[in-house]
């Protein structure tokens, strides 16, 4: 089933309240992926200690010199602590984990479910997986998992994750109730494989205009692109925002093979070059889905990596216009070097340059030189500024650059986005965080919203409806009987923010991602701003 960095936009807003915090105060970045180009082929470490092995793999594979014979009695650990930030040592689970997610598929079947008010509830069906195919619907109960009863005894998170999952073929005997239904009913799933495009949403957001969603760069995500776009261009798409906020990256290739969809054929894409790495180019090949057509990219603090490829080689080409923040800053290329024991490292071998000979990589400075370090490479840009006092002032740029005139190379990190969004923190207090950490809003939809709204008014009316005073003054009940302390002067502070969430994942549950997206990008600036620019 999905991440939950996916599917849950409340942690999401969570995350995004903290890392205000954290990038002006430039004490906390947000910890990128750093995902591989490719899995390379088992290596042997049976009759090797492992970190002889590891240290063997830097020597031959790394991206900068680095003296492995001082390394040598340290930990795994600290070994790579001497490295990039994005160097990292995964067990097992964990390479598993990163493989099947970027890879876009699963053995499983194919359900999202939340706790609700201690009960397994199932809030999306993948459609014609292996749950769709035996009958599970939206909003059932799942009452036990084979002989393991998961409804009603508080069962902690690590007990819940994964019940699901198995060798495609087995089965998995599932009691549930269904909505409306006084009896359970019981249905055996065969497990299967299930396949979850990277593309989140994909619909028109006006007669002309497009809009994508993509949040991480997968194996098949070019694929899913050109399908998406297909759709899209029969639907009359003669524009397209592509939505690679918070997208930390993924496969180097996927990347490629993304910005290939938008530029004519043997134009500079993107370079790499390390210390064992010769310089090697990637050009576009003239083939892909939308060479025509007026085009935005939508970047933030979490755009990094592979989606930092797209935007650097969009923007130097002068292909599309790139609206938003400055993004993450990550220009290195990982390698993922596998064991026999299933683990993996996943080893910083290039550095990338976007085609006008930008390096995007950020300093790997720590502490105060690190802050002052952005600080000065901010001003410089003339993104803020006055002094270390003033360093959370954002100036915003005149919008629109002139795409004609060629750049030049620039030392900062990131992609300096064409037309500066502020980033808009009104609502967001300590009192609404308090209720994005205990869920309050998705117990409100899923207890009450979703017994007040049904799912064909919400498709047929999703651009001009909106919730109303009287379901804010009913959540301001359910908090009460939640026994929910509330501090007005914040609730009240926060009632837009609260509403439009609200609304969000009502239409999530009714429609899935693609509603979601509907639903917040009314509200986006970044979107409003993107809009206006392709005009």
């Known amino acids: 089933m999905k ?33 591989g180009v490719e899995r390379s082929p088992a290596l042997t470490a049976k009759n090797s200690d492992k970190l002889d092995e590891i240290l063997h793999i830097i020597n031959g594979n790394y991206v900068d010199d680095i003296n492995t014979d001082s390394l040598q009695n340290l930990p795994i650990d600290s070994v790579l602590h001497q490295l990039d930030p994005h160097s990292v040592y995964l067990p097992p689970a964990n390479a598993q984990d990163m493989q099947n997610d970027l890879e876009g598929n699963f053995e499983g079947v194919g359900i999202e479910y939340y706790m609700l008010n201690d009960t397994m509830m199932v809030t999306g069906v993948i459609k014609d997986g292996p749950a769709y195919q035996a009958g599970i619907k939206l909003g059932d ?14 069962l ?44 989140d949403a994909a619909y028109m957001i006006n007669t002309e205009t497009g809009y994508v969603r993509i949040s991480k760069f997968g194996a098949n995500t070019d694929s899913d692109f050109s399908a998406a776009a297909a759709s899209l261009k029969a639907k009359g798409m003669k524009k397209l925002i592509l939505d690679l906020r918070d997208n930390g990256g993924g496969y180097f290739s996927a990347a490629t093979g993304l910005a290939d969809q938008f530029l004519p054929e043997n134009k500079l894409i993107v370079y790499t070059q390390g210390k064992h790495e010769p310089r090697t180019d990637y050009f576009s090949t003239g083939t892909g889905a939308f060479q025509q057509g007026k085009l935005a990219i939508l970047i933030n603090e979490n755009t990094a990596s592979a989606s930092e490829i797209v935007a650097g080689a969009i923007q130097d080409l002068g292909r599309g216009i790139i609206v938003g923040r400055r993004s993450f800053g990550k220009g290195l290329v990982q390698e993922q070097f596998s064991f026999e024991d299933g683990s993996a490292l996943n080893l910083t071998i290039a550095r990338y340059y976007t085609p006008s000979g930008k390096s995007i990589q950020k300093s790997y400075k720590k502490g105060y030189d690190a802050y002052k370090h ?61 209720l994005v950490s205990k869920r309050v809003l998705s117990d409100y939809v899923f207890n009450v919203l979703t017994s007040k709204y049904t799912g064909a008014y919400i498709e047929q009316n999703i651009n001009v409806f909106n919730l109303n005073d009287t379901d804010f003054k009913d959540f301001i009940g359910f908090l009460q009987r939640k026994n929910v302390p509330i501090d007005r002067f914040q609730l009240y502070n926060s009632k837009i923010v609260i509403l439009n969430d609200l609304k969000a994942l009502l239409c999530r549950y009714y429609l899935g991602d693609v509603g979601y997206y509907r639903a917040a990008n009314q509200n986006d600036n970044a979107v409003k701003q993107a809009l206006a620019n392709l005009q």
């Open 156 to 199: 902690p998170k690590d007990q819940l994750s994964g019940r699901f999952r198995g060798k495609a073929g087995s089965g998995v005997n599932v009691l549930l109730m269904h909505s409306g239904s006084q009896l359970p009913n019981r249905v055996m799933v065969t497990r299967g494989k299930v396949n979850i495009s990277s593309i």
């Open 3 to 35: 991440k939950n960095t996916r599917n849950n936009i409340l942690i999401a807003l969570s995350y995004s309240l903290i890392l205000i915090v954290g990038m002006f105060l430039g004490i906390k970045f947000i910890k990128d992926q750093g995902f």
């Open 374 to 434: 952005e600080l000065d490479e901010r001003m410089t840009d003339g993104e803020l500024t006055g002094d270390l006092t003033s360093f959370r002032d954002s100036v915003e740029k005149n919008g629109g650059i002139n795409l004609s005139q060629p750049r030049k190379p620039k030392t900062s990190g990131g992609i300096q986005p064409d037309v500066f969004v502020k980033l808009d923190t009104t609502g967001y207090n300590k009192f609404y965080s308090s």
């Open 141 to 154: 109960k799942i009452l036990s998992i084979d002989t393991a009863v998961v409804s009603g005894r508080k």
